[in-house]
């Protein structure tokens, strides 16, 4: 069984573009969340999709968006991006959903660095 | 509240030693309190998980302690082995609601 893929692996941008990342879930999985990494913060939860709808979000500003497809496959957006940015972004799939004890699944991550 | 405070923030421990991390919370409405482990260039992968009914759990060589009294939980890894060397995360959740990462801890096991 295929894991959950994201790409690209790696982004450079610069201050004011946007960047748009995608991640394939695992088969059969119709939750996808989204996590930035930093070394300062750790692992913190951008937002949940689950069939098509945006079912959780974090405390994140408007800048970061996201979208979920029929087929599960996931897409996030952050525009105007600024250095602050850089960051690993992760995505998670699980069957059911990220809260309780519904096991997530992560792919390698995004990293995308703003110059 | 919803914080889950995890130390320390990294750990150097020879090899065969017992390493142990810890994490605090602060919200009682927290039923699940899953560890994941992550290596350098993956994501992280969930290792053990307990909940508040059960002061220690056991998988392998890593345990979990809780204490729901303390709003507190741990991660031992028994005759640690360098191949353990990686982030550690604790977490913490509860039902239809997002879970929280503790900030991570970056072990490393000398050979």
């Known amino acids: 069984k295929a894991g959950v893929t994201q790409t690209p692996r790696y982004l450079i941008k610069t201050r004011g573009q946007q960047v748009t990342l995608s991640c394939s879930p695992i088969?059969?999985?119709?939750?996808v969340s989204w996590y930035q990494q930093t070394p300062g913060q750790g692992l913190q939860f951008l937002f949940e999709y689950f069939s098509e709808t945006q079912r959780n979000k974090g405390n994140f500003p408007g800048r970061f968006s996201g979208r979920q497809f029929s087929n599960s496959r996931s897409e996030m957006n952050v525009s105007t991006l600024e250095l602050g940015d850089s960051a690993l972004y992760l995505c998670?799939?699980?069957?059911?959903?990220?809260?309780?004890?519904?096991?997530?699944?992560f792919g390698p991550g995004t990293r995308l660095t703003v110059l | 509240q919803q914080q889950v405070k995890q130390s320390p923030q990294s750990l150097i421990v020879q090899k065969g030693g017992i390493p142990i991390i810890n994490c605090a919370y602060e919200n009682t409405a927290f039923d699940y309190f899953p560890w994941y482990q992550q290596f350098p260039g993956k994501g992280p992968a969930l290792l053990i998980a307990i909940r508040p009914d059960v002061s220690e759990k056991k998988e392998g060589r890593f345990t979990i302690s809780f204490n729901k009294s303390a709003k507190q939980f741990s991660l031992h890894i028994m005759d640690s082995q360098p191949g353990d060397s990686a982030t550690y995360f604790c977490a913490a959740s509860m039902s239809d609601d997002k879970i929280i990462f503790g900030k991570g801890t970056r072990l490393h096991i000398l050979p």
């Open positions: 998670a799939s699980s069957l059911a959903g990220s809260s309780g004890d519904n096991e997530q699944f």
């Open positions: 088969s059969g999985h119709r939750s």
